[in-house]
């Protein structure tokens, strides 16, 4: 990551987006204001980390459902290899494609690294307003535990901001 991608900040406003998606829909952010949403960036498709990190977020939806979360999985991989890998793992949320412009939503949440041309694993939990109620950076090789996701949860259900 350069120092020019910055991680927006807790409390601030989302960067909006407009991204093409697995489920041969467009999915505007700003659009699904009124319910919160998971942004989950990850590096590649079909890598051993990302795909167990995915499956996990998969096997415990229901802890995001619960709370009325959308959770949407964003790479630069292109779509085809996306849609593919998609429908391999069953996954039962979009995932969707920053491929073109090349990583250009991935660096507009300073998570795009640039010497590799991926996302890095950033998360970012949004509420209603389309504010940043918590999120996590961690380098390509360090994976989120689920742990997190869910003090995540309960704090935005509590209205606490981390």
Excluded at 86 to 95: K, M, T
Aim: one cysteine or more; proline letters at 6%; charged letters at 20%.
């Amino acid at each position: 990551m350069s120092d020019s991608n910055m991680v927006p900040e807790v409390g601030s406003t989302a960067p909006d987006f407009t991204l093409p998606g697995t489920a041969g829909q467009t999915v505007t952010l700003s659009e699904l204001r009124g319910t919160p949403v998971l942004l989950v960036f990850y590096p590649h498709a079909f890598t051993g980390r990302c795909t167990d990190e995915l499956c996990e977020l998969r096997d415990n939806l229901e802890l995001f459902e619960a709370d009325g979360v959308q959770l949407y999985g964003i790479s630069a991989d292109p779509l085809p290899a996306l849609t593919v890998f998609h429908e391999q793992q069953q996954y039962r949320f979009p995932l969707l494609t920053d491929f073109w412009p090349h990583g250009e939503v991935s660096r507009s949440y300073g998570v795009f690294d640039e010497e590799n041309g991926t996302a890095v694993r950033g998360s970012f939990l949004i509420d209603k307003e389309g504010r940043i109620r918590w999120s996590v950076v961690n380098p390509r090789t360090q994976v989120r535990a689920l742990a997190e996701y869910r003090q995540a949860l309960a704090d935005l259900k509590s209205g606490a901001a981390r």
